[in-house]
C-alpha cells in the first residue's frame, strides 16, 4: 500500500470517546492509511496531547500482510481534543462504515419494505383463480375485547397498476403501525370487491372457547364474501367447511394479499372498538393495549378487577388473585 494514501469517510457509526469523563460526540474523521513497515503515518496534534491511534474493524490489510492502523483527527477545530489513553488501556474500537454502503443497505430496506404488496398480488396471482378470498383475525390472544374477524375478496383481473401501486405497502398488519394500518384501511376497502367483519363479544368467547369461536369467526366471514369460482385462503389453518373451496396458508398474511388486506381490516376494525370502550369502561387504558396483556393491564386488573370486557375464561396470571 502507498504511503501517504488518504481517504475521506463520513463516518456515521464511529464514535470518539473520551474515557476520563465517558463524554462521547460524533465526529467527521479523515481516514490515514499507513503501512507500519514502510514508515510513520501523518498524525494531527492537538493542544494537551495528540488524537490517539485507533484499531477499526474490517480495515484492509496491506499486501506484505502486516497491520494497518487507522488515525481518526476531528476536523471541526472548535472541538475538545481527545486525551490519549493509557498505555494499560485498550483504544476503543471504531467500525468506519462508507456512505456508499449505507446508502446501498437503506435502499435496499426501503425496497424492501415498498413493494411488500406486489409480491403478495403476484402471489395471489400466481394460483391461477380471479376471485381470491382472505380471511384473518385480530385479538385471538388478548385479555379483553372481541375477537373480529375479517375477510376480503379480490378480483385479481381487475386490478390495474393504479390498484396495485396504492397498496405497495401492504403487509401483515403486525408490521405496521397503528398510522400505516389507518392509512391502508381506506385503501383496501376501496380496492376490494367485498368486505365482510364478524365480532365475536367476550361471553361468546368464554362459552364457546376461543379456537371455536375463532374458527367460526373466520368461517363465517369467508362465507359473507365468497363467490362461485372464487378460493377461500385462510392464515395458518382451514375453518369447517362452507361450500366453498378454501386453503391454508402458513404465515398467510405476509404471503397473500388478500390475507394481508384482512389482517388490516380486522386490526383497524377492533382497535378502533377499544378506543370508544376505554370511555365507557375508565380506568383499564384500554386505548393503549387495545386488551392485549401488558404489564400496565395486568396492574390495572389487581387494581379495579375485571371490566365486562375482559375475557374471564382466560387461564391468567392477572386473574390468580382475584375471586372470580
Known sequence: MRRGFTRAFEVTAARLTDPRDARTRAARVSIVWSDSTAGPSTSRSWPGGSVPRLPVTGAPPDRSGAPVTVQPAVSDPAAEPVEPAAADEAPEAVEIVSPSRARRAALRRRRTSRYTGRRLFKFDRGLGVRWIAGADEAGRGCLAGPLVAAAVLFDVDALGVREVRALTALNDSKQHDPEARDALYPVVMRTAVKVNVISRCVRGIDSRGLHNTNLA????????????????????????????????????????????????????????????????????????????????????????????????????????????
Open 217 to 324: 369467526a373466520l368461517r363465517d366471514a369467508l362465507a359473507g364474501v365468497a363467490r362461485p369460482g372464487c378460493l377461500c385462503l385462510v392464515d395458518g389453518f382451514a375453518v369447517p367447511e362452507f361450500g366453498h373451496e378454501q386453503r391454508p396458508i402458513v404465515d398467510g398474511d405476509a404471503t397473500s394479499a388478500a390475507i394481508a388486506a384482512a389482517s388490516i381490516v380486522a386490526k383497524v376494525t377492533r382497535d378502533r372498538f377499544m378506543h370508544r370502550a376505554d370511555a365507557l369502561h375508565p380506568g383499564w387504558e384500554f386505548r393503549s393495549h387495545v386488551g392485549y396483556s401488558t404489564p400496565e393491564h395486568r396492574d390495572a386488573i389487581q387494581r379495579l378487577g375485571v371490566s365486562p370486557l375482559h375475557r374471564l375464561s382466560f387461564q391468567s396470571a392477572a386473574y390468580q388473585q382475584l375471586a372470580l
